[in-house]
DNA sequence: CACCTCGACAAACCCACTAC
DNA sequence: GTAGTGGGTTTGTCGAGGTG
């Protein structure tokens, strides 16, 4: 898709590349010597912005485009650059600002799922995700990377794809569950759990050592990253149908990975029931 | 609850094109 | 050429929405 972008060239707006993909422009090379773009921008700058471009695609310089192009508009990045991905997932011990930490966090690379837990290997985190170019997250650029930059005092400099924004110009909205349930995605047994239980199942793991617990927190943190990847696809997909690349770009959904965590039922029965905030959710959590 | 980004909307600005 | 026009692009401001 990026090799179809012209609105990441300074003075083309969408306008401009929508109706030159009419006009079967559809290639860098195309814009040079196509009567429909107006002279000016084919003149030696235009040619040389051409040629980088190219250049930091055969590179791999995802942050390059990242720069330039609109930030509406990051979605694209994801089809070529779909197999440098981190899909990223954080839990916290509430929303308490600047007092709260980060409990757990989950990184699936479409195909293994990392996990981070404070108190065993946190810190690792910083480390292996410099090995990323291109971050997935759902809120991640108002809440999971702003928490962890200054948590551990880093930089994430990776391009970032926010599929809250993408999902909303699609007209879902309603947060990651919400958007989950409109596209038809299903979380079997940790269906109707959020990221407030998230903090409780924290607490009463900081209370019990139960590994149970501990594994039931991890398995929600790990499926909300790997339902990254679902999304991703889905949103990379609707957003292609308003191209003229529906036919051509569209990615197939990825097989599911197998989840190194499962989450206990009688565990989320008894954490529930010490929250009146779940008591309607509890009849759900009825032992086979 | 605190924090953060971006979409919406408006206004300013730029440029290709036309008429004379 | 020059001035006018209209559409597209850029810039600026503000509030909605989502995170555990």
């Known amino acids: 898709m990026l090799k179809n972008t012209f609105c990441h060239l300074p003075g083309f707006g969408e306008k401009l590349e929508a109706y030159l993909w009419t006009k079967g422009v559809t290639t860098w090379d195309g814009v040079l010597d196509s009567s429909f773009v107006p002279v000016r921008k084919r003149t030696q700058p235009f040619r040389d912005f051409i040629a980088e471009s190219a250049k930091r695609l055969q590179n791999s310089d995802v942050n390059w485009f990242a720069g330039f192009l609109p930030v509406n508009e990051h979605w694209r990045m994801f089809g070529e650059f779909s197999r440098s991905v981190a899909y990223l997932d954080i839990e916290t011990n509430g929303l308490a600002g600047r007092s709260g930490y980060i409990t757990t966090i989950s990184l699936y690379d479409g195909e293994r799922v990392h996990y981070y837990v404070k108190g065993r290997n946190l810190d690792k985190f910083t480390s292996d995700i410099k090995k990323f170019k291109l971050l997935v997250t759902y809120n991640g650029k108002c809440f999971d990377v702003p928490f962890i930059e200054s948590q551990f005092r880093i930089k994430l400099n990776q391009a970032h794809i926010d599929l809250r924004h993408v999902l909303a110009s699609l007209g879902f909205t309603g947060g990651l569950k919400g958007c989950e ?6 979380r079997d047994e940790l269906s109707g759990l959020d990221g407030y239980f998230a903090v409780l199942l ?23 990253a790997v339902s990254l990847e679902t999304l991703m696809v889905t949103a990379y997909n609707l957003k292609l149908k308003k191209t003229p690349f529906q036919n051509t770009h569209n990615i197939s959904l990825p097989a599911q990975p197998k989840l190194p965590f499962k989450a206990d039922t009688e565990t989320i029965r008894s954490v529930m029931k010490k929250n009146y905030r779940y008591s309607a959710k509890l009849k759900d959590f009825r032992l086979p």
């Open 202 to 224: 924290w607490n009463d793991f900081q209370r019990t050592r139960s590994s149970l617990t501990l594994d039931t927190l991890l398995a929600y943190n790990i499926q909300d």
């Open 181 to 186: 349930k409109s596209l038809g995605i299903d």
